[in-house]
């Protein structure tokens, strides 16, 4: 793919040579059609000169003009336009030729050259142009007529009275054509001139415009996973690229969070591990070396820390499964009371051990469609978390959220906490984070939460934390 700067390049001198063309024409053909309207007018007037001194019978200067009185001599611009047709060098020509091609009469200007008429030609009253045999360029009107007092030089000539003549009134416009010539190569090295110096202009304005994301790019390159706190300066930058940025800083500041999160999660991840799995080692290397005081339970011991381990790793394959879209759904319309009641049943026991109250709100007319084996993990691993650091006599809440029309839109499932801050909610569902008075148990992974959150994202659900009045509240948003 070309770069941003060969494409704007190619793209502004290809409108720029457009418009330069565009105008040269546009110039030159204003200029030509000004300059052969002129000639045109020219022959037209001259037309009546030669009508007007060939109807009176006279061939020289001074003669009658028609429409003027006996004796009159013709107005200023005609008889200098007459004389002009005199001149050896003159521009103005005249040829009259009878009907058989023989010259009858041609002008002083046109020596002994004869203008040819093209055999065919569309309209009388509209000028042609024409080319002398010594190559000179005419602009001419073509007229026949059989009518008017004609020179007695010729009139013998004529075949009749009904004979046409045919009237050629034309001008030298070699001149002309040549100095259109030098307008239109003027025009081409113009252009040229001013494409090149526009390719200069915009290869120089370009580098300067695009050197902001130069520098951009030189900055980003420095970014690497031990600088991730790297920000960049938008207040330096254009205008343009402060929200690229703005964008930038919130990726790095995201890959930040998430790296160090990552950082976390892996050290987590070593030091819950290690506990089992040196546990397992201990008790198997007592088990070797003293095979016969083997107490009775030690083989429970290692069966029990195993199916932790075994746990720890399921939760993190079943994160990865889930996060990564990969599992299949079942939707199915599922009751909420029921299945609800059936999730506490596996917490009763201990939530009786430390006397706590249970109250859910959910009727026998609740219920929604999903995944029921999904929404099971999301209710277990919520309910376990609210058992689990309830303090003794506290309670557990789960109230079905409602809509004005009485349709379950949520849940949430309330306790009474100790040492949690609202602060800590952000990172509730992180993988393996423990508060250190809340959540210092042994005994649990800390992969709880981030299991209900996955599924929850898994099935399209919104789950939240929130923490009030010594209370902690997880909202489970259903989808719209």
Known sequence: MKSIRSRLLLWILSGAAILIGVTGCCIYFAIRYVLMSQIDDELVQARKVIYNVFENDSLQPGAFVKGAAQG??????????????????????????????????????????????????PDSRKPVSLELADGSSLRARIDYTK??????????????????????????????????????????????????????????????????????????????????????????????????????????????????????????????????????????????????????????????????????????????????????????????????????EQFAATAKEKRLSFQQSASSESSISTDPDLFRHILNNLLSNAVEYAPEEGFVKLRVLEDAEGAAIGLQISNLIEGINPSDTDHLFERFWRHDEARSDGGHSGLGLSVARACAETLSMDLSASVEDNQIHFELSFPA
């Open 147 to 344: 009518s008017g007092k004609w020179p007695p030089q010729f009139q013998s000539k004529r075949s009749s009275e009904e004979a046409s003549i045919e009237i050629i009134v034309a001008r030298d416009i070699s001149e002309t054509s040549q100095t259109l010539f030098y307008l239109l190569a003027g025009i081409w090295i113009t252009g040229i001139v001013a494409t090149g110096a526009t390719a200069l202009l915009v290869s120089i304005a370009l580098r300067q415009g695009l050197s902001p994301l130069e520098q951009l790019g030189i900055e980003a390159r420095t970014v690497d996973a031990n600088h991730l706190e790297t920000r960049f300066n938008g207040e330096a930058m254009p205008p343009e690229l402060r929200p690229i940025c703005d964008q930038l800083n919130s990726l790095m500041a995201r890959l930040e969070s998430g790296f160090h999160r990552e950082q976390r999660f892996s050290s987590d991840l070593a030091h819950e591990m290690r506990t089992p799995i040196a546990e397992v080692c201990s008790l198997a290397e007592s088990a070797i070396l003293f095979p016969e005081k083997v107490p009775p339970g030690q083989f429970d011991k290692i069966l029990a820390t195993g199916k932790r381990m075994q746990d720890i790793v399921e939760s993190l394959l079943a994160l990865a499964r889930w996060e990564q879209g990969s599992t299949q759904l079942n939707s199915e319309t599922i009751n909420l009371a029921e299945i609800v009641n059936e999730c506490w």
């Open 72 to 121: 009159r001599r013709p107005r200023f611009r005609d008889e200098e336009r007459w004389r002009e047709f005199d001149y050896k060098d003159g521009e103005l020509l005249y040829q009259l030729k009878a009907t058989g091609g023989e010259v009858l009469l041609r002008s002083p200007s046109l020596a002994m050259r004869t203008i040819e008429a093209p055999a065919q030609f």
